[in-house]
């Protein structure tokens, strides 16, 4: 379980409505409960982008994570993914077909046609 008395209080990754919503659903679903949101980046490849997003749920944090809260769902990044994802909101979009999580990342330069990697 997330300890939530190492929260940073601020608003440097953050989730909109529809994305807090989704979340929340999934938690229930799957009972997931004490569970937080783990964002973080790898390298991407030469033909595509620099970094491909990792996003999945996760019911522990490392020392040297950073610990976020927006709309009752806690976030974790570790330090290294933070210096790219610094201000990155976390949106949920659905087609009709299929819903997923979106990264607005105000940091990016260039982003993939699929949603699934930047570049700086």
């Known amino acids: 379980m997330i300890d939530n008395t190492s929260h940073i209080q601020n608003n440097d990754i953050s989730l909109t409505e529809a994305a807090a919503a989704f979340i929340t659903s999934e938690f229930d679903k799957k009972n997931l409960y004490g569970y937080a949101v783990r964002i973080g980046v790898e390298k991407g490849n ?4 620099d970094y491909k997003y990792l996003l ?4 522990e944090a490392f020392q040297s994570d950073k610990i976020f ?3 009752g769902i806690s976030i ?3 330090q290294n993914s933070f210096e790219v994802l610094k201000g990155i ?3 949920y979009e659905n087609d009709g077909t299929i819903g997923k999580i979106r990264m607005i ?3 990016a330069s260039h982003s993939c046609g699929c949603g699934e990697g ?3």
């Open 76 to 78: 974790i990044c570790d």
């Open 118 to 120: 930047f570049s700086q």
């Open 105 to 107: 990342n105000p940091n």
């Open 46 to 49: 030469e033909s595509c982008n």
């Open 56 to 59: 999945g749920y996760v019911n």
């Open 69 to 71: 809260s927006d709309k």
């Open 89 to 91: 909101i976390l949106d």
